[in-house]
T-cell receptor, first 111, second 113 residues
Framework: DGGITQSPKYLFRKEGQNVTLSCEQNLNHDAMYWYRQDPGQGLRLIYYSQIVNDFQKGDIAEGYSVSREKKESFPLTVTSAQKNPTAFYLC??????????FGPGTRLTVT | QQQVKQSPQSLIVQKGGISIINCAYENTAFDYFPWYQQFPGKGPALLIAIRPDVSEKKEGRFTISFNKSAKQFSLHIMDSQPGDSATYFCAASMAQGAQKLVFGQGTRLTINP
């Protein structure tokens, strides 16, 4: 089955801890994206990568970091510097034209 | 200029009726306009998309209408069904660069049986 997987589905952390969210795709897409979704709001872009070993900040990158060492993988680390990390995190990848496909998401709760 | 404004925030439609969600944008460089459907706790799924070279695109019960001069586009759901109850997002992006999507705020659609 081709698609995007995100793990875990739910994640709980204590304030002050870094946490890494996994995103894997087997669609052979070059471009990958991380979005954050808060209740009642649209999706906001955190980071994106158009090719392996390259990534760019999105609109709300502060407190987050990423890596892109493999085409299939684009993990997101939520650091302790992120002031309000509790949110629903969505990973996406894009084919050569325009279409972005989303994973199932990870709901992060920080207390 | 990067914003996409979506309305209404919530919408209730009777089964069999037509659901209409509207979006407006400012940046004339946008040239790809998708709509996503999201069920609670799930990732958004691409529903239908349009390029500005056409004014309408239809796929089954879903139709996008596009008005380039007004910088507006809308989603019409014909014969709305309870299974269509979800949150819908419009978005826009440019062909150049990273093709980053700019999303509207979302519309929570409820179809009453």
């Amino acid at each position: 089955d081709g698609g995007i997987t995100q793990s875990p589905k739910y994640l709980f952390r204590k304030e002050g801890q870094n946490v890494t969210l996994s995103c894997e795709q087997n669609l052979n897409h070059d471009a990958m994206y991380w979005y954050r979704q808060d209740p009642g709001q649209g999706l906001r872009l955190i980071y994106y990568s158009q090719i392996v070993n390259d990534f760019q900040k999105g609109d709300i990158a502060e407190g987050y970091s990423v890596s892109r060492e493999k085409k299939e993988s684009f993990p997101l680390t939520v650091t302790s510097a992120q002031k309000n990390p509790t949110a629903f995190y969505l990973c996406a990848s894009r084919d050569r034209i325009y279409e972005q496909y989303f994973g199932p998401g990870t709901r992060l709760t920080v207390t | 200029q990067q914003q996409v404004k979506q309305s209404p925030q919530s919408l209730i439609v009777q089964k069999g009726g037509i659901s209409i969600i509207n979006c407006a944008y400012e940046n004339t460089a946008f040239d790809y306009f998708p709509w996503y459907q999201q069920f609670p706790g799930k990732g958004p799924a691409l529903l239908i998309a349009i390029r500005p070279d056409v004014s309408e695109k239809k796929e089954g019960r879903f139709t996008i209408s596009f008005n380039k001069s007004a910088k507006q586009f809308s989603l019409h759901i014909m014969d709305s069904q309870p299974g269509d109850s979800a949150t819908y997002f419009c978005a826009a992006s440019m062909a150049q660069g990273a093709q980053k999507l700019v999303f509207g705020q979302g519309t929570r659609l409820t179809i009453n049986p």
